[in-house]
């Protein structure tokens, strides 16, 4: 157990639909980390926060934002949901501010299935 | 441009044999790599990482890994392989980012160990 906690496990929409993804870090951690993981793509970098400010930016879509609570939790937004969302959604935190040898510790995933 | 490869979609091993899986980079700057591992459902689990130092780095589960500057090759290692060692093995570079640092996964190497 990575003490990174994500919900729901699992999720089911339909194109059109908005849902949100939540991700608790570990404790202590600042940094939060999102990730697509699909067949195609394999496992992509989306965005990261880091005490409730973004720090980077990867590859993450108009329709896809993000934020990092006071409490240090964070949320993943995706609307206009498409087919091609689909995918396993992590989240991953680590200690300060995401400096460059810090390893990530995963959260166990959300699927999310868009019918 | 940054990136990583991994170069073999599958590595097939007996148990009790040594297994390696391949990993290249191209980044600019000092590189910080990292080897994690997803087992089936589950979020990625750090191994380890080589920051500067000895090139070959030891991490959890008896892997190692083997810095090459000159080759730009950062391979995983282990001298002894076990059934339960099967997974999807990722190599991860962290590069410079405007504002932050991302990182950069390859594209994952199955492992599979046949007992």
């Known amino acids: 157990d990575s003490g990174v906690t994500q919900t729901p496990k699992h999720l089911i929409t339909a194109t059109g639909q908005r849902v949100t993804l939540r991700c608790s870090p570990r404790?202590?951690?600042?940094?939060v980390y999102w990730y697509q993981q699909s067949l195609d793509q394999g496992l992509q970098f989306l965005i990261q926060?880091?005490?409730?400010?973004?720090?980077a930016k990867g590859n993450i879509l108009e329709r896809f934002s993000a934020q990092q609570f006071p409490d240090l939790h964070s949320e993943l937004n995706l609307s206009s949901l498409e087919l091609g969302d689909s995918a396993l959604y992590f989240c991953?935190?680590?200690?300060?501010?995401?400096?460059?040898?810090?390893?990530?510790?995963f959260g166990p995933g959300t699927r999310l299935t868009v019918l | 441009a940054q990136s990583v490869a991994q170069p073999e979609d599958q590595v097939n091993v007996a148990e009790g044999n040594p297994l390696t899986v391949k990993c290249t980079y191209s980044?600019?700057?000092?590189?910080?790599l990292f080897w994690y591992v997803q087992y089936p459902n589950r979020g990625l689990q750090f191994l380890l990482k080589?920051?500067?130092?000895?090139?070959l780095v030891k991490g959890s589960y008896g892997f190692e890994a083997e810095f090459n500057k000159s080759q730009t090759s950062f391979h995983l290692k282990k001298p002894s392989a076990l059934v339960s060692d099967s997974a999807l093995y990722f190599c991860?570079?962290?590069?410079?980012?405007?504002?932050?640092?991302?990182?950069?996964f390859g594209a994952g190497t199955r492992l599979f160990v046949k007992a």
């Open positions: 991953a935190s680590s200690v300060g501010w995401g400096a460059s040898y810090n390893e990530q510790f």
């Open positions: 404790s202590g951690d600042l940094s």
């Open positions: 926060y880091y005490n409730g400010e973004e720090r």
């Open positions: 980044v600019s700057g000092n590189p910080y």
């Open positions: 080589y920051i500067t130092g000895d090139n």
């Open positions: 991860a570079v962290r590069a410079s980012n405007t504002g932050g640092f991302k990182t950069i």
